[in-house]
């Protein structure tokens, strides 16, 4: 009786895993998520009543069907990252500028334009595990 009970635990230990995985499913990435995402903002268009929103909504998921690549998608994605960057080091050279001439008013509004392109870097990348 114990032989089998150490038996049975055992197989229990081992398959374990492979339940976790069937009962908690991963989360979508790439084209998947984008589809998904869409289909929400229909679904939430459709509450709404907003039909306009819904008819750009389904052209896009038809778009994203028909053409979309996990491939092409992260090379955008990565392509993304790559303007953001060079629009942070932009507005680096600008706010070092405006720091140079000592105008106040112009280092605070350069500062800003640094951290919103800082916050749009951030969210390309972000994206590009997604």
């Known amino acids: 009786m114990m032989k089998h009970t150490k038996f049975l635990l055992a197989g229990m230990l081992i398959m374990a895993p492979a339940f976790s995985t069937l009962a908690a499913p991963q989360a979508a990435t790439g084209c998947e998520a984008k589809r998904q995402n869409i289909e929400r903002q229909i679904d939430y268009a459709r509450t709404h009543g907003n039909n306009h929103r819904v008819a750009g909504l389904e052209k896009a998921l038809s778009e994203v069907i028909a053409n979309c ?4 998608l992260r090379a955008e994605r990565k392509s993304d990252v790559l303007k953001k960057e060079q629009k942070v080091e932009e507005r680096r050279r600008e706010l070092s500028e405006a720091q140079a001439d000592g105008r ?6 350069k500062q800003q334009k640094l951290d919103e392109a800082h916050a749009e870097l951030d969210e390309a990348k972000s994206q590009l595990n997604k």
């Open 104 to 109: 106040a008013d112009k280092i605070s509004k």
């Open 69 to 72: 690549t996990d491939e092409g």
